[in-house]
């Protein structure tokens, strides 16, 4: 079956940088656009990044600049590196296979606190 499984959040001071990873297994990744979304508590989830197969990318204007998506489809894996970290980056961070509702990430905690 599909599985989508984040890693990499963490604890970060303001300024500081961070790389989340997403590695997906049970199709063929490289058809299927990907998309980073976040949710901070007591806010609706957000699309913070996407990719399509071509590495065609967007981005919310509240990271563009800070944040870049990239993939390896050799890897099946989709990372985000967020440098230049904000308080109001921290989130619970999931990865989204499709850019649809069906295949989502167990998400990852980033935390930007001094």
């Known amino acids: 079956q599909v599985q989508v499984v984040e890693s990499g959040g963490g604890l970060v001071h303001p300024g500081g940088s961070l790389r989340l990873s997403c590695a997906v297994s049970?199709?063929?990744?490289?058809?299927?656009?990907m998309g980073w979304y976040r949710q901070a508590p007591g806010k609706q989830r957000e699309l913070v990044a996407r990719?399509?197969?071509?590495?065609?990318?967007n981005y919310a204007d509240s990271v563009k600049g800070r944040f870049t998506i990239s993939r390896d489809n050799a890897k099946n894996t989709v990372y985000l590196q967020m440098n230049s970290l904000k308080p109001e980056d921290t989130a619970v961070y999931y990865c989204?296979?499709?850019?649809?509702?069906?295949?989502w990430g167990q998400g990852t905690q980033v935390t930007v606190s001094s």
């Open positions: 990719i399509t197969p071509s590495s065609s990318t």
């Open positions: 989204n296979l499709g850019l649809g509702n069906r295949y």
């Open positions: 049970g199709t063929r990744f490289s058809i299927y656009a």
